[in-house]
């Protein structure tokens, strides 16, 4: 199994990103995709996940309108696209795939199997 983020960088404030998540050596199509970040000195925190059929919740109320989650099935692919980047985005970002049927839930625990993460930087 391997999940691979990757797409962050170093941004301005205001600009955006698309972060993606490649993955194989699972059936994608059963798996919900999860997006965590992790900011210095702080917990990692969910942000965004998506469901196999696209079941989507975006949190916390910092992201919202902001942060937009998708997937590519035929791919194997999920993503995240960050919008109005702000400094206090700056993180590691991870994705992480959890075996669902229909819903997702950005718990840190309840992944299945993690990704190594992609570092996101925002200027102001």
């Known amino acids: 199994v391997q999940l691979q983020a990757s797409g962050g960088g170093l941004a301005q404030a205001g600009e955006s990103l698309r972060l993606s998540c490649t993955t194989s050596?699972?059936?994608?199509?059963?798996?919900?995709i999860n997006w965590y970040r992790q900011a210095p000195g702080k917990e990692r925190e969910g942000v965004a996940c998506?469901?196999?059929?696209?079941?989507?919740?975006v949190k916390p109320h910092s992201v919202k309108g902001r942060f937009t989650v998708s997937r590519d099935n035929a791919r194997n692919t999920g993503y995240l696209q960050i919008n109005s980047l702000k400094p206090e985005d700056t993180a590691v970002y991870y994705c992480?795939?959890?075996?669902?049927?229909?819903?997702?839930?950005?718990?840190?625990?309840?992944?299945?199997?993690w990704g190594q993460g992609t570092l996101v930087t925002v200027s102001s």
């Open positions: 998506i469901g196999p059929h696209g079941y989507i919740v």
């Open positions: 050596g699972f059936t994608f199509d059963y798996y919900s």
């Open positions: 992480a795939a959890d075996r669902k049927t229909t819903t997702c839930t950005i718990d840190v625990g309840s992944a299945d199997y």
